[in-house]
């Protein structure tokens, strides 16, 4: 599996919520490649996230079953900003959200910075 359509797949579903005013969710958000290089490959992908305290776990619907959690305390009172985390490999990705609480649009990063992908909840 190559390392950016994963990523996004598991990152996408991270900057969902705002943290500091938002309850216990979940909800399903699928993945889109907005990168620059076809070496990140394009597919979209489905995804369970849920919110639990200060964390958001995103979990691939596919059959590996793939997940990730990322810590939601960086955020900005508006939602706002720019979460760091790593995937299985010990690598940086890049969760990046607009103001805003709830469910929402947000883009992951992969370290090298070729493979973006917007994660937008299903609706």
């Known amino acids: 599996m190559r390392l950016g359509p994963f990523l ?4 996408g579903l ?9 309850a216990d969710a979940s909800w399903v958000a699928v993945s889109e490649s907005k990168h620059l290089s076809a070496w990140c490959g394009s597919n979209s992908a489905a995804f369970d996230v849920v919110i ?3 964390t958001l776990t ?16 960086a955020l900005q009172p508006d939602g706002s900003g720019k979460l760091v985390g790593k995937d299985w ?4 990705f890049y969760v ?3 103001p805003g609480a ?6 992951v990063t992969t370290f090298i910075g070729h493979c973006r992908y917007l994660f937008t909840p299903k609706t």
């Not at 995103?58 to 959690?69: A, P, Q, Y």
């Not at 709830?102 to 883009?107: A, D, E, L, M, S």
């Open 58 to 73: 995103f979990t691939s619907r596919s059959t590996t079953k793939l997940s990730e959690t990322v810590d939601l305390t």
């Open 14 to 22: 991270v900057g969902a919520a705002h943290v500091s005013s938002a």
């Open 96 to 98: 990046t959200f607009e």
């Open 102 to 107: 709830g469910p929402r649009p947000f883009y």
């Open 8 to 11: 996004a797949s598991l990152i």
């Open 89 to 92: 490999k010990d690598r940086e």
């Open 52 to 54: 639990k305290g200060n």
